[in-house]
């Protein structure tokens, strides 16, 4: 049976909610997606943040029991900050906009849950539903696409009429059933400027990607960054907004309807040096609340040494060597070395000696290649400026 009466009803009732976009399709599978992901996956294309099933990505009837429709929600996050975090006489790195505000997690399950709540009060006789975010099975963009929501753009990214691809998505897989609303088409035209602007030419040019080249997978993982994209990276110590900030349709783009997603200026461009020594408990305080502390602190402090470095800020060079001297992780030690190789414009003998010194400690306690050549690189560096 179509719901199409409920339907109405559930959508006013999201207005009331302040959901900003809803669309309802079938719970027909995505199978026509599984040449393209298996490509991806053997092309080494993926980030492994990935839910892992293949399958379970595809076939909504392999994660619930009997569903009819998918029910899609897009909620507008804010490009801009209202306010500018104060100066101070420390260099600022950014979070990227899709982690400012409370973790988007968070505030899209309230949403959807008040949403469900409502729906339930509206039915006729009982139903089951599944809420998911982009830790789910489905994927996200293809479900929001398939439901009328916005068309999946060239940087893989959903984009919307009213609020260009600054949105967060989530979806409910239900056993009601709906009338689909129309799929949206691709509206890039010959438009590549995300491809173009991508500094590691992670795009493909057809709505996939390289995760492993994006800086926005770059920035969150755990182990040492790859030397090439350090600098491109410049001050972000998380995530990344360039194939968005480029994009024509989110020209004009700045919406604030939802309070909890509001950047605290002082959060979403912190303070790099005092970043380096962050106590855990501090830490959590300051930044749990935000999607982009979901690595841990170590992602964000090696990038916040990376963009010190990107910064050319040679005010902290005695701090960076602090953290060389007793930072326990020899990821962030090795990265502090990188930083200080980039630092030093002239030669000086105390810090080729003091790195030579921890190169040999390093050597002693048998760390890894990828973690002496650091130093090695630092050493080479500054004695050439003999």
């Known amino acids: 049976m179509v719901n199409a009466y409920l339907k109405k009803q559930i959508i006013a009732a999201s207005q009331e909610l302040g959901i900003d976009k809803i669309g309802f399709t079938t719970a027909e599978d995505f199978e026509h997606l599984r040449p393209s992901l298996m490509a991806q996956k053997a092309a080494g294309h993926t980030s492994g943040f990935e839910h892992q099933n293949l399958d379970e990505r595809l076939d909504p009837d392999l994660i619930f029991d009997q569903p009819r429709s998918i029910i899609a929600i897009a909620l507008a996050y804010p490009s801009k900050m209202t306010q500018r975090p104060p100066r101070t006489k420390y260099k600022r790195g950014h979070f990227a906009r899709a982690s400012w505000g409370d973790d988007y997690h968070t505030v899209l399950n309230k949403k959807m849950s008040a949403l469900i709540e409502k729906i339930k009060d509206l039915a006729t006789n009982e139903s089951e539903f599944k809420p998911m975010v982009d830790t789910g099975e489905l994927i996200d963009v293809a479900v929001a696409q398939r439901a009328g929501i916005g068309f999946i753009g060239k940087n893989g990214l959903l984009i919307t009429k009213e609020f260009g691809s600054f949105v967060y998505l989530g979806e409910i897989i239900t056993d009601l059933e709906f009338e689909p609303d129309e799929p949206m088409d691709s509206q890039c035209g010959d438009c590549t400027r995300c491809v173009d602007y991508c500094p590691p030419h992670a795009l493909l040019g057809d709505g996939r990607l390289n995760a492993q080249k994006c800086l926005s997978y770059q920035t969150q993982t755990k182990g040492m960054m790859p030397e090439k994209y350090r600098p491109m990276i410049h ?23 939802h309070p909890d997603m509001e950047p605290d200026p002082k959060k979403v461009s912190p303070e790099l040096l005092p970043l380096l020594t962050i106590s855990n408990r501090e830490f959590k305080n300051t930044y749990g609340p935000m999607a982009g502390s979901w690595r841990g602190k170590k992602p964000l402090q090696r990038n916040a040494l990376i963009a010190l470095a990107n910064l050319g800020d040679k005010s902290a060079l005695p701090q960076i060597l602090e953290v060389i001297d007793h930072d326990s992780r020899p990821v962030i030690r090795a990265t502090a070395a990188y930083a200080v190789g980039r630092l030093v414009r002239k030669f000086n003998p105390e810090i080729c000696d003091f790195l030579t010194e921890k190169y040999q400690q390093e050597q002693q306690q048998g760390q890894e290649e990828q973690y002496l050549r650091e130093y090695r690189m630092a050493i080479q560096k500054i004695s050439s400026l003999e």
């Open 235 to 257: 001050n972000v110590i998380y995530g990344c907004d360039i194939c968005q900030s480029v994009c024509p349709f989110n020209r004009g783009s700045d919406h604030h309807f």
